[in-house]
T-cell receptor
Framework: EAGVAQSPRYKIIEKRQSVAFWCNPISGHATLYWYQQILGQGPKLLIQ????????DSQLPKDRFSAERLKGVDSTLKIQPAKLEDSAVYLC???????????FGSGTRLTVV | AQSVTQLGSHVSVSEGALVLLRCNYS??????LFWYVQYPNQGLQLLLK??????LVKGINGFEAEFKKSETSFHLTKPSAHMSDAAEYFC???????????FGKGTRLSVIA
């Protein structure tokens, strides 16, 4: 089966600019996650979707981050305006259910300068 | 809330030697436990998972892990390290249901020829 697709792979922007990331999960996976992985750390959950509804966004910095999952399939994560501390890899994952484990995309590496 | 502690941010072993990566978890309910591997500039790949079946879990690439409830541990082992095992390894825990994975900070494994 096809994996989780993410784009772009790399993005460099200046602080205060905006950026958007795209994720296409595995077909049939109802649950989708966005994680932030800062260099040298483990992934940290930003937001969890079940179909097109938000299940958990408690750790999403809502003053600058937003995410949506239209029609319960593709998802976009946006940062506006970006800060230097947003430099990280943004990972998208999808799953049939927690017991199955998650399938991760290759991630988008964001550098804010 | 669940949490994971990975002892040792960096482990170095000789090729052919035993690999032991340590993971301790905290969970208020019987947990689901996972080990993921991350190669440079790639996403996370599932190595193995424990979901309340056999306590000794075998995964891909010759890795295995044993769930020990009394020690709240889920250490990852491989009898003989290979150069291709050099990567970052993450332990993760979930309390099941729709609860998202919580990751440890990771252990970087180096394999010396």
């Amino acid at each position: 089966e096809a994996g989780v697709a993410q784009s772009p792979r790399y993005k460099i922007i200046e602080k205060r600019q905006s950026v958007a990331f795209w994720c296409n999960p595995i077909s049939g996976h109802a649950t989708l996650y966005w994680y932030q992985q800062i260099l040298g750390q483990g992934p940290k959950l930003l937001i969890q979707f079940q179909n097109n509804g938000v299940v958990d966004d408690s750790q999403l910095p809502k003053d600058r981050f937003s995410a949506e999952r239209l029609k319960g399939v593709d998802s976009t994560l946006k940062i506006q305006p970006a800060k230097l501390e947003d430099s990280a890899v943004y990972l998208c994952a999808s799953t049939l259910g927690t017991g199955h484990g998650y399938t991760f995309g290759s991630g988008t590496r964001l550098t804010v300068v | 809330a669940q949490s994971v502690t990975q002892l040792g941010s960096h482990v170095s072993v000789s090729e052919g030697a035993l690999v032991l990566l340590r993971c301790n978890y905290s969970s208020s309910v019987p947990p689901y436990l996972f080990w993921y591997v991350q190669y440079p500039n790639q996403g996370l790949q599932l190595l193995l998972k424990y979901t309340s079946a056999a306590t000794l879990v075998k995964g891909i690439n010759g890795f295995e892990a044993e769930f020990k409830k009394s020690e709240t541990s889920f250490h990852l082992t491989k009898p003989s390290a290979h150069m291709s095992d050099a990567a970052e390894y993450f332990c993760a825990v979930s309390e099941g249901g729709n609860t998202p994975l919580v990751f440890g900070k990771g252990t970087r494994l180096s394999v010396i020829a």
